[in-house]
């Protein structure tokens, strides 16, 4: 059967594409360390797990308003003015299907056919293919390992145009874990405000921030910020539950509007019993800083085994999420089985046939002389994966 001709833009998900390969070694009996997963290794807390049965029980699984109950978007509220400042009304909320969809509805209804979306690069994966879908055109902003892969003014005026709508802005970053601090903040979205560019800020890594850093949520900088932002966030990262897909964006009251009014045809809502479930698991995040702990031990084991096995100096350091970036392009143009590594690519393979490790091409997230490499597993495996690279790397002539 024929399918849209527009739609062949939009490629499958990377990562997910080296899951998938991942899973077929596995099945044919390799040991193989995975370095690629984009979400906790932590189970979702029990008493999450205990209150979607209460919901269950209750038979609380019939349609719900499209925009999330009541009471979850009271409890988004309530979490934003806690631990972001913000002061939300529940009609400024939606509740969606993960950030993911939060961020892909935002661009609909914010993008008009061939308007242009600021993705600064390194991006997450899924930004560029989500501007496409939305029938906007995704516009890239460079940043440098130099400059901590932040973005700068200069950057932003040498991109923009008349036809830019949109910034996407993700703090902390996927994949550099690198973290913005208020005065940045308010110096891109000061910028932003003067160009007539909506801030979109995914802050779905929030909660996962280093000791002797803060985390300022983007709309937190001023009044006038506040009306120009569309902040995302959601509970896969922070509260374990990334198959939950409980998602949120909190925006002026005309964003949200037109964002239901998308939602209630393209989705309806996500399901009855685990939006009730949300509002009990936003209450409670006193586990996070136990996870937080052990991201950041494996995040500083991993750049001391880096420095030991792949000899790699230049590894910005994360602030917070649960990957490393590291510039790998020293290797680039040396060989091993008659192959030459000639980018990210070449790279990610000699590490999966050679290591037995896996680990995201940096082309994915639009650069290719990295690697990312994800600690959202045990330190054993951590330890296990660095030293097979190391010894795979002697190999390369
Ligand atoms: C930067 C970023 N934003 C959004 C998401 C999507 O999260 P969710 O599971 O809430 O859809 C991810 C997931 O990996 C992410 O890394």
Redesign the pocket.
């Known amino acids: 059967m024929k399918t849209a001709k527009w739609l062949d833009c939009i490629v499958p998900s990377p990562t997910m594409a080296v899951n998938q390969k991942v899973i077929e070694l596995k099945s044919k009996g390799k040991k193989i360390v995975s370095l690629v997963v ?2 906790p290794d932590f189970e979702t807390p029990d008493f999450i797990k205990e209150a979607v049965a209460v919901a269950l029980k209750k038979n609380l699984t019939r349609y719900t308003e499209a925009q999330g109950i009541l009471s979850l978007r009271e409890a988004i509220c309530e979490k934003l003015k806690r631990d972001n400042g913000l002061h939300y009304d529940p009609s400024q909320i939606i509740v969606t ?5 939060a ?1 892909s509805a935002a661009l609909f209804v914010l993008v008009d056919s061939g308007e242009e979306v600021l993705v600064p690069s390194p991006y ?1 994966v ?1 930004y560029p293919d989500m501007v496409k879908l939305a029938r906007g055109i995704p516009v890239f902003v460079e940043t440098t390992a130099n400059n901590r892969y932040k973005l700068t003014i200069d950057d932003l005026e040498k991109v923009y145009t008349s036809k830019t709508r949109v910034l996407i802005l ?1 703090n902390p ?2 994949p550099t874990g690198v973290l913005y601090n208020k005065e940045e903040l308010l110096k891109i979205s000061e910028w932003c405000l003067k160009k007539g560019v909506v801030v979109i800020s ?1 802050e ?2 929030e909660k996962i921030v280093f000791s002797g850093r803060k985390f300022v949520s983007t709309a937190n900088c001023s009044e006038e910020i506040y009306n120009n932002t569309v902040t ?1 966030n ?4 922070s509260h374990c539950m ?1 198959g939950w ?3 949120y964006a909190a925006a002026p009251k005309r964003v949200i509007a037109a964002m239901t009014n998308f939602q209630s045809h393209f989705l309806s809502h996500i399901a009855t019993f685990i939006q009730h479930a949300s509002v009990v698991a936003l209450k409670d995040d006193s586990f996070i800083p136990k996870m937080v702990v052990a991201y950041e031990e494996r995040v500083n084991t991993t750049l001391e085994l880096m420095k030991k096995h792949m000899s790699l100096s230049n590894c910005v350091v994360p602030d917070g999420a649960f990957y490393l970036f590291p510039t790998v392009n020293k290797y680039y143009g040396k060989t091993y089985n008659g192959k030459t590594i000639s980018g990210s690519i070449d790279m990610a393979t000699f590490l999966l046939e050679e290591a037995n490790v896996a680990v995201v091409p940096g082309l994915a997230f639009g650069m290719d002389n990295n690697i990312r490499l994800s600690v959202a597993t045990s330190l054993t495996e951590i330890q296990d994966g660095l030293e097979k690279i190391g010894q795979a790397l002697i190999k390369l002539n």
Do not use: F
């Open positions: 984009g979400e299907c993960g950030a993911k969809q961020i997450w899924s993700n970053s996927n995914d779905v890594y995302i959601g509970l896969s990262k990334t897909r409980v998602g």
